[in-house]
């Protein structure tokens, strides 16, 4: 029988404290400062995140400079995002939480404790906050962390978790390769290798427009809804989460537009005005337990008439992102016209070249579609056995590894 103690985060870790709360100038080279929304599920996005001076981040890391096994928090809106430092950092970090954690072992007791449903709602009862939520540091630092008193038994339960964990950072990382590899063919293909006498047409003569549904809340049973909330969470490499859906009840309603695996949806209404989603084009690759998603008026469905893999890389691409900032207007709500589509030309080669692209593309983006899949379900069971191993309901002796 597994014997625990509990200590006060502050008491657990080496110190507790939080990233700066300035903000440095913006600078063309430099040092990275991190933020929340930097956090993703395996990993820092540190391409979106901006440069700083050096004489600035020695200032902020004179407070707060992290080192590896720290593990970084976010303190504000998306509460509870986290990440484990494994390599030695070169950015600095504001507005997050930082536990300050030296022994390995312990580290990662703390990180995936933090994960514990247990912990996820303990965390839920302390948020301030109405417009936007948040955690104090002085919460951060009271948090109670349940150990066993035995290392081993700590050790056990870890290398249980860390299996997990490593097949799904292995399947994410897969991901992001299979990403950058399509990525590329396309700009190669049709981009570089782009030629005066292929054949021109506007965007909206390869495909039809589906306008997403003004749902009132309660709608079909044992489905969701996508929308622009939906699209903001969107993990590149980790699909979408199930909880990144809002679940709908049932209602007659005759004019519901459906969305399933592997269709095309582009962002254009939304009413926080933020600028960096509309235009955003998303394929379907992952969504979760649900056959099929409804699709909400923020959104419109894409509907190519041939070549979806091509219309979907278009979209995606740098050349139509662009484009499409001419596209936005209004003032308190934001819209993509739908203009945007018909005007934007592109000049593509003969079927033989679009078809050996289709069919590599749609081999890469079913594997992506499989691994994410696989991802939920080893994400499901993580968190099925983390709570079982912690509390000492499953007996670490009988666990052959």
């Known amino acids: 029988m597994i014997k625990f103690k509990i200590l006060k985060a502050e008491d657990y870790c080496d110190s507790v404290r939080d990233g700066t709360h300035d903000s440095p100038k913006k600078t063309d080279s430099g040092y990275k400062l991190i933020t929340s929304k930097h956090i993703k599920e395996y990993g820092l996005d540190l391409d979106s995140a901006y440069c700083i001076s050096e004489k600035d981040f020695n200032k902020v ?26 390599s030695q950092p070169n950015y600095a970090i504001k507005n997050m939480g930082l536990f300050k954690i030296s022994d390995e072992i312990k580290s990662k007791w703390l990180y995936y404790y933090l994960k514990s449903p247990k912990m996820q709602n303990y965390i839920k009862s302390l948020l301030n906050g109405s417009t936007q939520q948040y955690i104090t540091l002085s919460n951060l630092r009271q948090i109670p962390i349940e150990m066993p008193e035995n290392k081993g038994d700590m050790k056990k339960i870890i290398k249980v978790l860390d299996l997990i964990d490593k097949k799904i950072q292995i399947n994410t990382k897969t ?27 506007n965007l909206q003569e390869l495909m039809d427009i589906s306008n997403g549904y003004s749902y009132t809340g309660k709608e079909l049973v044992d489905t969701s809804v996508v929308g622009m909330a939906t699209i903001k969470n969107f993990e ?12 709908i009840e049932p209602i007659k309603a005759k004019d519901i537009h459906y969305a399933d695996k592997f269709d095309i949806l582009v962002a254009c209404t939304d009413l926080t005005q933020n600028a960096d989603i509309i235009g955003n084009a998303i394929m379907l690759l992952n969504i979760g337990k649900y056959e099929k998603v409804v699709v909400s008026m923020d959104l419109v469905k894409i509907l190519p008439k041939k070549n979806k893999y091509l219309v979907f890389s278009i979209l995606n691409s740098k050349e139509f992102k662009n484009f499409a900032l001419g596209y936005k207007t209004g003032t308190t709500v934001l819209h993509l016209n739908k ?19 289709e069919n590599v593309v749609e081999t890469n983006y079913k594997k992506i579609s499989y691994n994410l899949e696989e991802n939920n379900t080893l994400t499901k069971l993580r968190d099925t056995l983390l709570p079982k191993l912690m509390n000492g309901e499953i007996d670490l002796d009988k666990i052959g590894i």
């Open 339 to 357: 203009n945007c589509f018909k005007d934007f030309h592109i000049k593509l080669p003969d079927f033989d070249k679009i078809e050996n692209f």
């Open 175 to 201: 991901n992001d390769n299979l990403y950058e590899i399509t990525n590329k063919l396309y700009e190669q293909l049709f981009v570089i290798e782009r030629q005066d006498d292929w054949k021109e047409y």
């Open 61 to 86: 890391n004179e407070r707060s400079a992290v080192n590896i096994n720290d593990i970084l928090y976010s303190m504000i809106g998306t509460i509870g995002l986290m990440y484990r430092v494994e």
């Open 236 to 247: 590149r490499t980790g699909g979408f989460k199930e909880e990144g859906f809002k679940d």
